[in-house]
């Protein structure tokens, strides 16, 4: 830890650049005096910038030519208009080695084959990353993309894949498949995933039901990972799998109470991220919007890095349903604990008054099932609230939860 006449040289050297370069910085740390008296304290006291002031001035966050620009990519627009984020050569450099490290934090090393089960066009990050990871480890990569559970499992046992980088609730879905087709899937050689976009963990580490369901059916080992596209790199697992590291080479961290000051050890707060070594679209004290623990306790791994807790939602997604405050991860697992249902969708609209109607889609075979009053039993026990129902066919269901068009499974939608 750095005290109040300590700021680590990468910060200073991050602040330097964007105040130079990035017209958005220029401007909020004008008043700024960025000599070796700086302090920690200082940085402390800078505004922090959110996802509105980078949706709002997108451009203005651009701190080289646009003749250096050599990749352009966008956020997926979960929390708000997809925005931007320029990459120069040697932030892709950056990106790729952030990755290596990630996944070899996994275990994973030259000798596996990966399968990407994520996309890697439509400006996508996380699949470019991912690839440029592989590359970087010197190990193989089948480039799938998401969707089609039969050519997976073909390219799976065809390629003789050892990990999947994947979203969980898909790997639900794929197993499903192939117990409903016969594909003995448990003589294939995978042994990891990589799993991104959900949260696979409980506050102590456990595996919470998405997990335990994967889990349950197939001898796999599972890591979280935890990134976006704004913070160019990723908090992942080791394989002890007691939080996602952080690569301090290339970020900086805090964890903000709600009164704004720094988490301690075990405190929940909001992730704030300054992009260290970055080019393109340096980021100071950015609201990523996501609530996580911070865990300073040293790793039985032997990295001394702070590590995070699994991501228990985010500050726009509280929903306020009849006096209560739900998260939508503690809707999830109200669904993701039935092995019956392999497909869902949660729909949060407002009625009259202004207040969150939560509406679940399901698959139409639960709809006179036995399962069915287990379920409201259970949403009253766990969520305390009944949501509406509506049942689908469970084809259709799929296509409204894993669109072609967008990178991650829809199984939230806020109306």
């Not at 997809?82 to 932030?91: A, E, G, I, Q, S």
Request: charged residues 25%; proline residues 4%; glycine residues 6%.
């Amino acid at each position: 830890m750095f005290n109040d006449m300590q700021i680590k040289p990468e910060l200073l050297s991050i602040l330097k650049y964007a105040k130079s370069n990035s017209p958005f910085y220029t401007e909020r740390l004008k008043d700024l005096e960025l000599n070796d008296h700086f302090t920690l304290s200082d940085f402390e006291k800078i505004q922090p910038t959110t996802k509105d002031d980078l949706s709002e001035r997108n451009r203005d966050f651009l701190a080289v030519p646009l003749t250096k620009v050599a990749e352009y990519v966008t956020t997926s627009g979960t929390s708000g208009n997809p925005v931007t984020v320029f990459l120069t050569k040697n932030d892709i450099q950056r990106l790729a080695k952030n990755e290596q490290l990630a996944l070899q934090n996994t275990g994973a090393n030259a000798a596996d084959v990966f399968q990407l089960m994520t996309t890697i066009d439509r400006q996508f990050m996380a699949g470019l990353a991912y690839y440029l990871g592989v590359q970087e480890i010197g190990a193989g990569i089948v480039r799938i993309g998401p969707g089609v559970p039969a050519l997976q499992w073909k390219s799976i046992f065809e390629n003789e894949v050892t990990v999947l980088i994947a979203v969980p609730s898909f790997i639900i879905s794929l197993i499903d498949y192939a117990k409903k087709h016969n594909i003995n899937y448990k003589t294939s050689l995978v042994k990891k995933i990589i799993c991104i976009g959900e949260p696979i963990r409980e506050q102590n580490f456990e595996l919470n039901i998405l997990g335990r369901r994967i889990c349950d059916d197939w001898n796999v080992e599972l890591y979280s990972t935890y990134a976006s596209t704004e913070m160019g790199a990723a908090f992942t697992e080791c394989e002890f799998m007691q939080g996602g590291h952080l690569n301090d080479e290339l970020l900086y961290l805090e964890v903000l109470k709600d009164d704004d000051q720094q988490a301690s050890d075990g405190e929940l707060g909001e992730v704030v991220i300054t992009s260290l070594g970055v080019e393109g679209t340096p980021l100071i004290r950015y609201r990523t919007g996501d609530l996580a623990v911070l865990h300073s306790s040293p790793c039985s791994c032997g990295r001394s890095s702070v590590r995070l807790g699994p991501i228990i939602g985010r500050k726009n997604q509280m929903i306020k349903f009849k006096g209560t405050t739900i998260f939508p991860n503690a809707i999830y697992e109200v669904f993701d604990n039935f092995k019956e249902i392999s497909c869902y969708k949660v729909e949060v609209s407002k009625d009259y008054l202004g207040n969150d109607v939560i509406t679940v889609l399901l698959e139409k075979e639960i709809e006179n099932s036995s399962v069915f009053n287990a379920i409201i039993e259970a949403c009253q026990s766990k969520i305390k609230v009944v949501p509406h129902f509506v049942f689908l066919e469970l084809e259709y269901l799929r296509s409204q939860v894993f669109k072609k068009n967008n990178r991650k499974p829809e199984k939230i939608l806020f109306k």
